[in-house]
């Protein structure tokens, strides 16, 4: 979908001309136009989406808000043993500051019978452990795929473009969700977003936009890059100016499967997932 050409807007995440405030304010009219346009052109009454206390999903909320209004979005918060209570406090401010419904479900006793009947397949081994984390994820997901069944609505995806370059999030889980408002945003230009909403809106708590980023589906578990150094690396890959190692490109090839059944993400870039970059999904290694 989009929302740069039918705006005229173009965010350059390759050269990070989001930094100054014009171009951000275009960035966030550009996602919360595409938003807007999706829902009402679906007659959708509202939004759902997960929010963690993280960057990516306070900033998917703020979009929301801006282009439906807080009384049509709905914010889901699945706290598990392995949540910094901060991440809880963080969401709770966020829907706070932006005044929108915020449910608290707690993962655990959801978690609890499949840890016990699923107990030789989620065993201390590394598959075990990548298991037991994707099925917080896809038990999260349920929670919010539930609410979305029983009330109605569009569910939104929190994913960020690196993420989904990378192949960093889980298959029907935090990979779900029919419209992605971010996903054509790398993870720089989602915080340098995120700030300037902050700044501009005060809806952002400051724990969000410094905190490490975190899935917190294991104990002290931080993601597995830094961001500020591969984010430029990935988009240079994906929009076809060259860069990247071999372990990288390999990366991106190999999570093409997961992004062709990823939501539809809002284009805002010159190349986006979805229509604005199609390769084979299965190819030679």
């Not at 009384?71 to 889901?76: D, E, L, M, P, T």
């Not at 840890?115 to 984390?133: M, N, W």
């Not at 896809?138 to 569009?154: D, K, P, T």
């Not at 720089?188 to 809806?203: I, N």
């Amino acid at each position: 979908m989009d929302v740069a050409l039918a705006l005229g807007v173009h965010v350059d995440a390759e050269r990070c001309s989001t930094r100054d405030g014009h171009t951000k304010r275009q960035g966030n009219a550009a996602l919360a136009f595409g938003v807007r346009g999706f829902v009402e052109g679906n007659a959708l009454p509202s939004v759902v989406l997960g929010l963690s206390g993280g960057v990516d999903s306070a900033l998917v909320a703020a979009i929301a808000v801006e282009a439906l209004g807080a009384s049509r979005v709905v914010a889901i918060h699945v706290p598990s043993r392995f949540t910094d209570p901060r991440s809880t406090e963080a969401a709770r401010e966020v829907a706070a500051a932006l005044g929108i419904r915020l449910e608290e479900r707690p993962l655990g006793p959801l978690l609890a019978p499949f840890e016990s009947e699923l107990a030789d397949l989620l065993d201390g081994s590394a598959a075990g452990r990548r298991g037991h984390e994707n099925l917080q994820a896809r038990l999260r997901m349920s929670v919010l795929a539930a609410h979305v069944n029983r009330h109605g609505g569009l569910l939104l995806n929190a994913s960020n473009k690196t993420e989904l370059a990378l192949g960093y999030g889980t298959l029907w889980g935090d990979l779900a969700g029919l419209l992605s408002p971010i996903g054509d945003l790398p993870k720089t230009e989602v915080v340098r977003l995120a700030r300037w909403v902050a700044r501009t809106r005060g809806t952002i708590p400051p724990f969000v936009l410094e905190r490490a980023p975190s899935a917190e589906l294991a104990e002290g578990q931080v993601d597995p890059f830094d961001y500020d150094a591969v984010a430029p690396r990935v988009e240079a890959l994906v929009s076809y100016a060259g860069g990247g190692d071999e372990a990288l490109r390999g990366a991106v090839r190999r999570a093409e499967g997961k992004r062709v059944v990823h939501g539809i993400v809002l284009k805002v870039s010159r190349v986006s997932f979805g229509s604005g970059r199609l390769v084979p999904v299965t190819r030679a290694y």
